[in-house]
């Protein structure tokens, strides 16, 4: 049994330390990246359907804004914690640093059940919610958008409710809108999009060619799926894919219009006719080129990582590789894109779109995804680069490259 520790504020903490040990890391600054800038624990109640009132818990946590104002993500679920929050609010500082955007993380989330709430309790939460944290989030303070069990619609609730409270619109205090209201073209499919670009780097890098290249998806949602089809287009051949129901495999590859409409119209991949019915497990240690887990956490551990057959793994999903199974899986010589490289495209088209909401002007998809290709590429070069120098894997260097980045900014501010 693995006696791995999975607490994901320590897991960050201790790739701070990882990195900092090779960049010869001020101990000071090593001491402020180790802890959020401030955290705000909120309670509000929402009357319900029935008549009655509820009370719910949220967190809002600012991890570093020496850069620039904090952004990430807001989760409706029932597990959310305050060292998940923290920890993902850290993870989200070092994601924007190693795209070079201009921003710090930051990280929130409501304790409660989304599949149990009606369409109204969803919105008189997510307004509770943004009102009970208002003070301090803004376009120049701190920018929420969409995570897990939330979504475009729930931001545009939330960007409201701000601009109530302000009196004017305030478009670019979130992102992840809908189109009408602010949003960006390309953001749905960005997160995507920007793991393709930087496998396709990766395999360059390899010498691995796409044309024919057997792909497996691990969370065939938002990502999952749009991954699928952009990476077959590229000729890659997608023969596994899976969802919370279970996993399918058919090693001559899956017809994906027709896995579209199967998982459109039964609500699941499984039983796809002309493919065999494997485990989430089972489809993580198949014989492919690319692996892409989009699921959930800690999927690759200490247990499963010596049967992960991939060249390249890269991780659309936060946290699937747990650090024992990240040891493993660079000394078996698998090249693993880390999460704050393979899905920084979300947060680098929201940078764009709360640039656009800034200025007022709104760009084409084809302009969106040209800026994005150029980030991602030159990130995933930056990054390499950093591995090759310092002779580590791509996770501590995007660690390397991102810490530094916020080091100096600390530095030149003079906060040390």
């Known amino acids: 049994m693995s006696t791995e520790n999975l607490n994901p504020f320590e897991i960050v903490q201790q790739q701070i330390c990882t990195a900092g040990q090779c960049l010869a890391l001020d101990p000071a600054i090593e001491e402020i990246l180790k802890e959020p800038k401030r955290v705000l624990m909120v309670t509000f109640s929402v009357k319900m359907d029935d008549g009655t009132a509820k009370v719910f818990k949220g967190i809002r946590s600012q991890h570093n804004d020496a850069i620039g104002p904090c952004k990430g993500g807001v989760r409706f679920h029932p597990d959310v914690t305050l060292d998940e929050v923290k920890a993902l609010s850290m993870w989200m500082t070092f994601k924007c640093g190693v795209v070079g955007l201009p921003y710090g993380g930051g990280k929130g989330g409501v304790i409660c059940n989304p599949k149990e709430l009606s369409q109204g309790e969803l919105e008189r939460i997510s307004r509770a919610y943004i009102e009970a944290i208002a003070s301090i989030i803004g376009p120049d303070k701190d920018i929420p958008a969409p995570d897990v069990y939330t979504n475009s619609q729930i931001m545009a609730w939330m960007m409201d409710t701000f601009s109530r409270l302000k009196g004017s619109n305030q478009f670019g205090v979130v992102t992840g809108k809908p189109i009408i209201v602010g949003g960006s073209l390309g953001r749905n499919e960005a997160t995507a999009q920007g793991c ?141 894109i880390p999460d704050i490289l393979a899905n920084a495209g979300g947060v680098t088209v929201s940078y764009f779109e709360w640039v656009q909401n800034l200025m007022n002007y709104y760009w084409s998809e084809q302009e969106v995804n040209d800026k994005l290709q150029t980030i991602m590429y030159n990130a995933f070069d930056n990054v390499y680069a950093a591995s090759q120098q310092h002779q580590v894997d791509l996770r501590t260097a995007a660690f390397i490259v991102s810490i530094n980045r916020v080091a100096e900014a600390i530095k030149v501010r003079g906060h040390v």
Not at 228 to 246: F, H, I, R
């Open 196 to 336: 393709v670009f930087v496998i396709t780097k990766a395999a360059e890098k390899l010498g691995l060619p796409l044309e024919g290249a057997t792909v497996a998806i691990q969370g065939y949602g938002n990502a999952g799926s749009v991954a699928a089809v952009l990476l077959n287009k590229m000729g890659c051949n997608v023969v596994a894919v899976s969802d919370s129901c279970g996993a399918i495999y058919n090693p001559a590859g899956i017809e994906l219009e027709v896995l579209y409409q199967h998982k459109r119209d039964s609500g699941s991949c499984i039983n796809l006719p002309g493919c065999e019915r494997i485990s989430n497990e089972e489809l993580l240690e198949l014989p492919v080129d690319i692996l892409v887990p989009a699921a959930l956490e800690n999927q690759i551990t200490a247990k499963n990582a010596e049967q992960i057959k991939a060249k390249i793994v890269a991780e659309a999903a936060n946290g699937p590789t747990t650090p024992e199974a990240d040891r493993i899986l660079f000394a078996k010589g698998i090249t693993v």
